[in-house]
């Protein structure tokens, strides 16, 4: 069975310090992993995602997560908050290929301080 | 960018009636989703659509909920008797098949049953 828990509900960061997001996964497969940003009032928007290719993962606006097989984890990260992060994240896994059905953790609600 | 496109974007409907979401998937896709997220909790699967027909259902998705392609571009979710416990974020997806993309998700539709 698959499963994802995000540690954080909330994370608060001045704008111009690190962000890091906390993802675990469980999965009776090899994952595919996918980190999504909701900006208020807009949809999901896919930031990245994770194919059992490089473990490393860019995304868009300067995220990247590292997919750890042996830690089960897929933090996300950035050098350096902007205002414009500002959202709810939300881990997501499938069940390998198998792009049926996706399972969302509860989600990180990143507040950026000036 | 393509996008899928949901409407209404709020809609609040008398507790038993019916009511239906929807939806433009991206033009070339050809996997449909309907995912929910009640308020203050996870974002779940609903029901996975391929090749005109059901391909995979959760246990929320009971004989009150069908979704149908009327034509070649709308995908709809339709409610046959709503419940209180129905109100919720509605997001539409799609999907191209290839494995290294992820989900398109729309803006959702919010449901409010009174």
């Known amino acids: 069975a698959q499963s994802v828990t995000q540690l954080d509900s909330h994370v608060s960061v001045s704008e111009g310090t690190p962000v890091l997001l906390r993802c675990n996964y469980s999965?009776?497969?090899?994952?595919?992993l996918f980190w999504y940003v909701q900006h208020p009032n807009k949809g999901l928007q896919l930031l990245l995602k994770?194919?059992?290719?490089?473990?490393l993962v860019k995304g868009i606006n300067g995220f990247e997560a590292e997919f750890k097989k042996s830690e089960t984890s897929f933090h996300l990260t950035k050098p350096s908050a902007h205002m414009s992060d500002a959202a709810e994240y939300f881990c997501?896994?499938?069940?390998?290929?198998?792009?049926?059905?996706?399972?969302f953790g509860s989600g990180t609600k990143l507040n950026v301080k000036p | 960018e393509p996008e899928v496109t949901q409407t209404p974007s709020h809609q609040v409907t008398q507790m038993g009636q019916e009511v239906i979401l929807r939806c433009v998937p991206i033009?070339?896709?050809?996997?449909f989703y309907w995912y929910r997220q009640i308020l203050g909790q996870k974002v779940e699967f609903l029901v996975s659509?391929?090749?005109?027909?059901?391909?995979?259902k959760s246990e929320i998705f009971d004989d009150q909920f069908s979704v149908e392609r009327p034509d070649g571009s709308n995908f709809t979710l339709k409610i046959r008797s709503t419940k209180l416990e129905d109100s919720a974020m509605y997001f539409c997806?799609?999907?191209?098949?290839?494995?290294?993309?992820?989900?398109?998700f729309g803006s959702g539709t919010r449901l409010t049953v009174v």
């Open positions: 994770y194919t059992s290719a490089a473990t």
């Open positions: 999965s009776s497969y090899s994952p595919s």
């Open positions: 997806a799609s999907w191209n098949s290839r494995r290294n993309y992820g989900y398109t």
């Open positions: 659509f391929y090749n005109n027909e059901i391909s995979e």
């Open positions: 033009s070339n896709h050809l996997y």
């Open positions: 997501v896994v499938s069940e390998g290929d198998n792009f049926n059905k996706f399972y």
